[in-house]
Every structure is written in C-alpha cells, then in structure tokens.
C-alpha cells in the first residue's frame, strides 16, 4: 500500500505502537475520571466505553500488518474506521 512503509516520514510499526498507546489511554485514563460508574452497561455506554480503543487497536494492528499483507491490512483500517463511525454516531446521540 505505502511504497516506503512509512506516513509522514514516520515508519509504520512506530505509528501502530503509537494506536496502541492511544487505545491504552482510551480505556484506563480518559474515561476514568469523566464517565459516571454504570449500575448495569447498557448498548450505548457499552459503545462509548470499548469502542474508541477497539478503534485505535484496529488502527495499530492495520500499521503493523501492512508489510506482511496489505490486503488484511486495508480490511483491518475499514474494521477501525467503521468502529469509530458507530462511536461517533453514538456520542452525537447521547
């Protein structure tokens, strides 16, 4: 997909290590001190919880695959962004 196997100058396994920093702080600081404890998860606080670091794995795994196969590579980034699309459309509703 990347002739060089780089974005921005940046190589791909720094970029994928750097997602899965972001789903790290997605799931044990951000939502820690903003989100209200839930007596029982619902489907909306269930998708506003898991759904921003499922994202950022999505992401990371798609930067580190993208060498070996391109092709699971590509269908790991469409996974990544419809997952934070339904996150998106969720957080507007809520």
Not at 37 to 65: C, D
């Amino acid at each position: 997909m990347l002739a060089d196997h780089a974005l921005f100058g940046i190589p791909l396994p720094f970029i994928g290590f750097g997602c899965f920093i972001f789903a790290l702080i997605f799931y044990f600081v951000w939502p820690k001190k903003k989100a209200q404890p839930y007596k029982h998860l619902s489907w909306p606080g269930y998708i506003l919880h898991y759904f921003p670091p499922s994202a950022w794995i999505l992401f990371g795994m798609a930067a580190l695959v993208e060498l070996p196969n391109p092709i699971i590579s590509v269908i790991l980034l469409i996974l990544g962004i419809a997952t934070y699309v339904v996150f998106i459309l969720t957080a507007t509703r809520a």
